[in-house]
């Protein structure tokens, strides 16, 4: 909570008391600790602002830093508890839109307190005509937590088995090395060989050790029951079981190869030289060259000359009478005779 909330009743701020609580009810309306205490001393009382009656086991610490906040999430707690309706009691996805649409409104009157009177009526309809659907889908939901928690349980039995095997192996390999470095002690204060040798040896051993801990660890993992399905009830590797469902990748010999075809202009000109041969017939003379910065964005000076020629030669046979004579030539063409039109 932020230093300047305060309580509504007696005006005390977080700033000034640290260890202020707000609590709030049905209605939504957030009061201190100490004015719950106060005003809810019988064990019911009315809400200073709203007036509404209230209980005082009814309140709870405010969670969020608006009230109406909380107020919502209380009305969508107790409107689901009815309204607990899933996809497959309807015959169609349109009504179940329309029945999810519906809930949503009925919450959204009470939280603004939009025709409550009405509001409440739909509600203990529904729960008249709906009775034994809801108890249904509440014993149906109680049956799903109790799975899931089956499942939460036997997820921590397993992470618990787990470290309990990664613990054992570790204080197992603390005694081996403990083991190894007592009897490399007792073998240079008691044996007669020499030195080196023994170190050397003592060298092997642990490196011999260090190998086998891999092994070890994969035997751990593999020594532990792997569960099929997540807590949230997806099946693990269910992208695996149905690999034959997806489309088989199409060959190659079936499909068509691809063929470049180099575009052809109509310029109504004369064609402009070929960028290749722009340098040998001495265009460049003119042309500012590009510097360091511009090739190596990949521009030379080439290219802005082939544009400036295609703009340069394009169009010089254009005339336009002869395109007005073809217009006209297709525009008759497709229009019928007069002489035939009165015939028929």
């Not at 640290?18 to 106060?38: D, K, T």
């Not at 090739?295 to 030669?313: D, F, I, K, N, V």
Request: charged share 30%; hydrophobic share 35%; glycine share 4%.
């Amino acid at each position: 909570m932020d230093d300047y909330q305060t309580c509504p009743k007696c005006k005390t701020t977080k700033y000034r008391n640290p260890a202020m609580v707000l609590m709030v009810n049905a209605c939504g309306h957030a009061l201190c600790e100490s004015c719950v205490e106060l005003l809810f001393a019988k064990g019911s009382g009315a809400c200073p602002e709203c007036k509404c009656p209230l209980r005082r086991n009814n309140f709870r610490v405010q969670l969020f830093e608006d009230p109406a906040v909380d107020k919502e999430v209380d009305i969508r707690k107790r409107i689901l508890k009815e309204f607990n309706k899933r996809q497959e009691d309807f015959p169609s996805l349109r009504e179940y839109n329309d029945y999810l649409e519906e809930v949503e409104t009925i919450i959204f009157n009470l939280v603004y307190d939009i025709d409550p009177t009405n509001t409440n009526k739909m509600i203990d309809n529904y729960k008249k005509e709906n009775k034994d659907i809801t108890q249904k889908n509440r014993n149906r939901q109680s049956q799903e937590e109790m799975e899931l928690e089956v499942l939460l349980e036997a997820e921590k039995a397993q992470q618990s088995e787990k470290a309990n095997l990664y613990v054992n192996a570790e204080l197992e390999e603390k005694k081996q090395k403990h083991k190894a470095r007592e009897k490399l002690i007792d073998e240079l204060m008691f044996s007669d060989a020499d030195a080196k040798s023994i170190v050397a040896s003592h060298v092997q051993a642990t490196a011999a050790l260090a190998k086998e801990q891999p092994k070890a660890a994969a035997q751990l993992s593999s020594g532990v029951v792997k569960s099929s399905k997540f807590s949230s009830g997806v099946q693990i590797g269910l992208r695996g079981q149905h690999t034959n469902s997806f489309l088989p990748i199409p060959k190659q010999e079936d499909l068509p190869l691809y063929r470049y075809t180099a575009p052809v202009f109509d310029y109504d000109g004369p064609p402009p030289p070929p960028i290749e041969k722009l340098g040998k017939l001495n265009y460049f003379a003119n042309i500012r060259a590009a510097n360091i910065t511009e090739r190596a964005g990949g521009y030379t000076e080439a290219m802005s000359c082939c544009r400036a020629l295609q703009e340069a030669l394009g169009g010089l046979f254009y005339s336009p009478q002869l395109t007005h004579k073809a217009a006209v030539l297709a525009t008759n063409a497709s229009t019928p005779d007069t002489d035939d039109m009165e015939t028929t």
